[in-house]
Every structure is written in C-alpha cells, then in structure tokens.
C-alpha cells in the first residue's frame, strides 16, 4: 500500500488563528498510539486545523496532514510505504536482558561492550548517512507549506537554547530535526542551529499551540510519570532518572496550557519495543472513542478555555510566554 500526497483540497488558514489544535507527543514507538487516535478523530468527522508534533508525533502529524483524506488507509500500517521505510532506521537497541545458554550470553555480552564504546566514541548511535536518506525518501521534496493542514514540528536547537517551532521549508528537515534523540541521532544542523528532539523542553508541546494561536487544545500524551521506584545506584540510572524528572516538570507546565490531555496508557510499553506497533494503535483508537464526549465538547465549545486554567496555574493574572525562550521557523 502506497500512501501519496493528496491534493490541497482542505481550505489552508491565511491567518494566525487556529480553531482546533491537536498536540501529539513524544515516545518512540508508543507514537502509534498518535496513529490510531488520529484515524478515529478523522472517522468522527472532527477535525483538528493544526497539529503541532515532537518526535514520534511530528511523524503521525505530518501522515495526518498529508493523508487525512485516505487515513483509513492507516488501519493496515505495516502495508504502508512509510511504514517499510521507516523500518530502515533499525532503532531496536541491543538486548540488555541476560538470556538462557552460555554462548547467546557471550554474544549479548559483546553487543553491550560495542554499544557503550559507540556511546563514548560518537554522538550517536545511528550515523548521518544512515539517517537522512530514510527521511528524504519518505517525504521527497515536499514543504512544510504544501501540506493541507497546518503542521509545526518542535525541535530545540542546541547553539541558542531555545525551542525551534518549524512550519516552513522541506519537511523531511523539520521532521528530522523533531526526531533527533539525543545519543540515538546525531543533532541536525539547519540554518545556523544545530537541532535535536524538542522533547527536552516540550515533550507534550502544547505551548506551540498556544504560540501559533489556537482557541481549543486536544493533547495526546504517550509518556509516564516518573517512577519513584526506580533503581538509582548506578551513575547513569541516576542520570536517566534526573531526566524523567526534569522532563516531567516541563509536561506540568504543558498540560495546563491544553483543554484537554489525553492518555493511552500504555506504561507497560517502553519506547523501542516497535514490535508492539499494532497493540500501541488499538490502544489509541480505544482512548479516543472513551473520549469522545469531551473531546467533541472541547472542539465545539467556547474558546480559550485553557488560559483561565493556565493563570490559575501559575498564579497570577497575566501569564506570558517570553521571547527569548523559541524561535518559529
């Protein structure tokens, strides 16, 4: 199955005010749950005349926005062109789980030496040349602009510190750049910026939304709280840990801009487990259908509800965003 670049036959907002806004998250292979919410949102007749996506959702969010009007195209991911190119990267990290029999252990022993010399010697994982072919072959020479709904991809450049909002050029840049895991990618350098995975600061971007003046906000969030249980008497654990925290107050601040934020629930799925692609999309299809009262009543309903909740959030009438925290591309 080959999914191609519709027609702009969908009206393109001239201006900078968007009536529905739908956010999609970060979480590696969780993001399918992103590809079967969106296929029930498009069966409901709703439709969202933004989508603002980081990492794993800036990928559903550009199939959204290009396909929207074959999505149900979706059901069968795995027959999909996108599909069978995306499964070039080969981001299934190596087995660290010890396995039965002496010479498999011996193996796997050997694997995890290589990885953490890799680790110490680059920046990633995964080469340049082994990344950038896949992206550029999966959108071709499409633009930001020649999508038929307004899509922003969340990056956040590493030179300026700040979040990176891209709406504009070759969207197999944006879209790479969004991608861009820290120690899985290597940073992607466009225009002066040397970008990674906006999840750092915006791993459930709404603030983009609000940024590009949406009325209504429907998040999809497919990470998990910090786990306080988590082993830290390693450096690294202890490290990974900092991280989730860190990120974790960022995502406070996030879902309190949304007037809504939706949760697959899918904790008992860690992020390179692709293999789970299918049981991540029913669960994202269950949770829109179990939502589907709010959400149509949020699409439909009064405007800018999220400010009232976001000043009570932060405790003061006036709650700003500052200039020197993004740039929009």
Not at 71 to 94: A, D, G, Q, S
Not at 202 to 208: A, F, I
Request: hydrophobic fraction near 40%; aromatic fraction near 10%.
């Amino acid at each position: 199955m080959i999914l191609s670049c519709s027609p702009l036959t969908r009206e393109k907002n001239k201006t900078r005010k968007y009536r529905n806004a739908l956010v999609l998250g970060g979480g590696g292979a969780k993001g399918f749950a992103h590809i079967g919410a969106i296929i029930t949102i498009e069966q409901e007749n709703l439709h969202p005349d933004i989508i603002c996506g980081v990492s794993s959702g800036s990928i559903a969010g550009s199939f959204y926005a290009l396909y929207y009007n074959k999505i149900k195209e979706l059901h069968r991911i795995e027959e999909t062109r996108e599909f069978k190119i995306l499964k070039k990267l080969k981001l299934n990290p190596v087995e660290m789980k010890q396995k039965q029999g002496f010479f498999i252990n011996f193996l796997s022993t050997i694997k995890r030496n290589m990885m953490f010399i890799k680790i110490l010697r680059d920046n990633a994982l995964i080469h340049k040349e082994d990344v950038e072919p896949v992206f550029r072959e999966l959108f071709g020479d499409i633009k930001f602009e020649d999508i038929p709904i307004k899509l922003i991809a969340v990056a956040f450049d590493l030179v300026s510190g700040k979040d990176v909002y891209i709406q504009s050029g070759p969207l197999w840049k944006g879209i790479l750049a969004s991608c861009s895991i820290p120690g899985i990618f290597p940073p992607f350098e466009y225009n002066d910026m040397v970008l990674i995975d906006g999840g750092i600061t915006n791993r459930l971007p709404v603030k983009c939304a609000v940024l590009a003046g949406a009325e209504n906000i429907i998040a999809i969030d497919i990470s998990q709280p910090p786990s306080p249980g988590k082993n830290i008497e390693s450096a690294v654990n202890l490290h990974l840990y900092i991280d989730e925290l860190i990120a974790f107050r960022f995502d406070l601040y996030n879902k309190e801009m949304a007037d809504i934020v939706l949760n697959p629930g899918l904790n008992d799925m860690k992020w390179h487990e692709f293999s789970k692609y299918n049981y991540a999309l029913e669960k994202g299809k269950d949770m829109v259908k179990e939502n589907l009262p709010v959400i149509k009543r949020v699409m439909k309903g009064k405007k800018y509800l999220y400010r009232k909740r976001l000043k009570r959030f932060l405790g003061h009438k006036n709650p700003a965003i500052l200039q020197e925290e993004f740039i929009f591309l």
